[in-house]
């Protein structure tokens, strides 16, 4: 589709081609030069490749409708991929929302962005804008979990602010851990008692049982790693009382098909401890280039005194050290159980927004003042005013 028939504006300088994607059959044949992209874009992640996104398309977007928009420059070579999905929100005040967000927005994707060619993020921006501007298939756009160095997001907000659109920008927390360069480096980073301490349960647990660490590195063993993954994630957490992210099928089958791609590029790290021949934790983690992403971990509830986790994951990561990985990333969120490996805490960007007098102004404009009443009361009101506030957030929110 040619942007000029939405009367977009070209760049005199490098007018860009567009695009639309609709079904990913017809996307996966861009696979090659999506995968170049990458390799010339800033900061890429694990989830932002066609193996990742691939995966998560089949398991969660059967309710949703692809709009995936691909930028070309003048010699036909990629410069932008804005992988979108859309998906309608049934709102009590607004009806029906047709909501525009990246695809693999939501569990467990983080670090999602518009994968933009080094240097031409502000073309890629306004090319994407002006597509914007002219479709109407859209209400709100929510793009989330955006690495808060992203280049694009300036040249996006620049974008949307020249064309008086509504917009929020919001914070969410994440962490990270920069691996020095040996493990006795490392070990002065962390805090003095649990450095202290994962040494002293790697002796505990060596004295006491016949420790072996494996890492999965052919297909044939996936299928029963992954299953004793699910089993000890789920009993772990509904011992606690909780469901744990593996007790509907979705994700099980997610999981299996986004193994097999990694484990075949050899970006799975995926690692089992056994204790006197049983597996008592596994630590499931991607790498992309010297980044590791940690995913999931499972636990024997039976062995949580002996720190089997804990002996896990020093393990691993004395390994991703040895290996010259630099950083280790936890993703969403910043536990202090996080901070005591050491990692260092960050934010996510998430920047939604809408044209103005459209319903989805009204839906981002309500949503926003109601969170921020929510708020307010939480710390402030008592109980029975915060809860009537609560119940219209959700309304406002229903899907």
């Given at each position: ?11 005199a ?26 390799l ?14 691939g ?45 525009l ?17 080094s ?60 691996l ?53 994630h ?19 089958q ?17 690692w ?15 790498r ?9 971990e ?25 290996e010259?990985?630099?950083?280790y ?10 901070q005591?490996?050491g ?9 939604h ?5 459209t ?30 506030l ?10």
């Amino acid at each position: 589709m040619n942007m000029g028939a939405c009367g977009v504006q070209w760049n005199a300088k490098e007018p860009l081609q567009l695009e639309v994607y609709t079904s990913w059959d017809a996307l996966v044949d861009l696979c090659t030069a999506w995968e170049q992209l990458l390799l010339n874009s800033y900061g890429p992640t694990i989830f932002s490749t066609p193996e990742w996104l691939g995966a998560w398309w089949k398991t969660y977007g059967k309710d949703k409708r692809l709009l995936t928009v691909a930028l070309s420059n003048s010699q036909g070579e990629l410069v932008g991929l804005a992988p979108f999905s859309l998906e309608e929100l049934d709102t009590q005040l607004h009806g029906r929302i047709r909501r525009l967000r990246l695809v693999g927005d939501g569990d467990p994707s983080d670090n999602l962005d518009l994968i933009f060619r080094s240097g031409q993020e502000e073309a890629c921006s306004n090319a994407l804008l002006s597509w914007l501007a002219c479709n109407p298939v859209w209400d709100i756009c929510e793009l989330n979990t955006l690495p808060s160095d992203s280049p694009s997001i300036y040249p996006l907000l620049g974008g949307i602010k020249k064309r008086r659109w509504v917009y929020g920008s919001y914070g969410r927390p994440n962490s990270a851990i920069v691996l020095p360069g040996s493990w006795e480096l490392y070990l002065k980073q962390l805090p003095k008692e649990h450095a202290r301490g994962v040494e002293r349960y790697t002796r505990r647990l060596y004295r006491h049982y016949a420790v072996r660490t494996v890492k999965c590195t052919n297909e044939g063993e996936l299928p029963n790693y992954l299953e004793v993954l699910f089993d000890l994630h789920q009993r772990r957490w509904n011992s606690q009382g909780e469901p744990g992210s593996f007790a509907s099928p979705e994700p099980r089958q997610f999981y299996f098909d986004m193994s097999w791609a990694f484990l075949r590029r050899g970006w799975l790290e995926f690692w089992l401890l056994e204790l006197n021949g049983a597996v008592a934790a596994a630590q499931f983690a991607l790498r992309y280039g010297d980044t590791v992403y940690q995913l999931q971990e499972g636990l024997d509830p039976e062995h949580y005194s002996d720190r089997a986790g804990h002996v896990l994951r020093a393990h691993v990561i004395e390994q991703l050290i040895a290996e010259g990985v630099h950083r280790y990333d936890y993703l969403g969120g910043s536990e202090p159980h996080k901070q005591n490996w050491g990692a260092q805490s960050g934010t996510y960007t998430d920047i939604h927004f809408a044209k103005p007098y459209t319903r989805g102004n009204l839906y981002l404009h309500t949503r926003d003042c109601t969170e921020a009443a929510r708020l307010w009361l939480h710390a402030n009101a008592p109980r029975a005013a915060y809860s009537i506030l609560r119940d219209i957030y959700h309304a406002v929110h229903r899907r």
